[in-house]
């Protein structure tokens, strides 16, 4: 139970149904180490939270209020009362922090895949690019040695045999 309940539940757990509680009062019997200001901020707070659970009946010269419970702080108790209000705050947090952990995970390997395709992307390039020079450079050497014949629409092979031309250029030498 945390302070604000503890504040709560002692306001209620007195046997005078209309009591009516200062900050000092609430002060001294619950955390008498704590000074007026701790105790002003405390009760400010569940105020603050939470108005239907106290009604301010009048302002004193010391600057504090006087107090009075209402009838709804006991079913508010029963329900887990700021004790579960700061629990389901923790959790909502917790869930909060983390998706963002996991969404941060996910832009990083987003990041990842973007330069990885890049790398990839970049060598598919230069592939692509020799590549082309290659077939450019078959094509050129295709029409460089193949000859179409006039009088038909085929191609043939121009053949040079360097095998039969060295023959021919060694019979002649023999023969001088």
Same mark, same amino acid.
Do not use: C
């Given at each position: 139970?945390?302070?604000? @309940?503890?504040?709560?539940?002692?306001?209620?757990?007195?046997?005078?149904?209309?009591?009516?509680?200062?900050?000092?009062?609430?002060?001294?019997?619950?955390?008498?180490?704590?000074?007026? @200001?701790e105790?002003?901020?405390?009760? %400010?707070?569940? #105020?603050?939270e939470?108005?239907? !659970?106290?009604? #301010?009946?009048?302002?004193?010269?010391?600057?504090?209020? &006087?107090l009075?419970p209402?009838g709804?702080i006991?079913?508010?108790?029963?329900?887990?009362?700021?004790? $579960?209000?700061?629990k @389901?705050?923790?959790?909502?947090?917790?869930?909060?922090?983390?998706?963002?952990e996991?969404?941060?995970?996910? &832009? %990083? &390997?987003? !990041?990842?895949?973007? $330069?990885?395709?890049?790398?990839?992307?970049?060598?598919?390039i230069?592939?692509?690019?020799?590549?082309?020079?290659?077939?450019?450079?078959?094509?050129?050497?295709?029409?460089?040695?193949?000859?179409? @014949?006039?009088?038909?629409?085929?191609?043939?092979?121009? #053949?040079e045999?360097?095998?039969?031309?060295?023959k021919?250029?060694?019979?002649?030498?023999? &023969?001088?």
């Open positions: 139970m945390n302070e604000k @309940d503890l504040v709560l539940k002692t306001m209620i757990s007195h046997p005078e149904k209309n009591a009516h509680f200062s900050y000092e009062s609430l002060r001294k019997h619950l955390f008498p180490e704590w000074n007026f @200001d105790m002003k901020f405390l009760i %400010d707070s569940i #105020v603050s939470k108005p239907e !659970l106290l009604k #301010v009946i009048e302002y004193t010269l010391e600057g504090g209020s &006087l009075q209402s709804l006991t079913n508010f108790l029963k329900n887990g009362g700021f004790t $579960k209000i700061e @389901d705050r923790e959790i909502e947090l917790i869930k909060k922090l983390t998706r963002e996991k969404e941060n995970k996910l &832009l %990083d &390997l987003d !990041l990842q895949l973007r $330069k990885f395709e890049s790398k990839i992307g970049k060598k598919l230069i592939f692509a690019a020799i590549i082309s020079l290659l077939s450019f450079v078959i094509t050129v050497l295709t029409l460089e040695f193949w000859q179409t @014949d006039g009088s038909k629409n085929e191609q043939k092979n121009r #053949v045999n360097p095998l039969l031309n060295k021919e250029g060694i019979q002649k030498d023999s &023969l001088n």
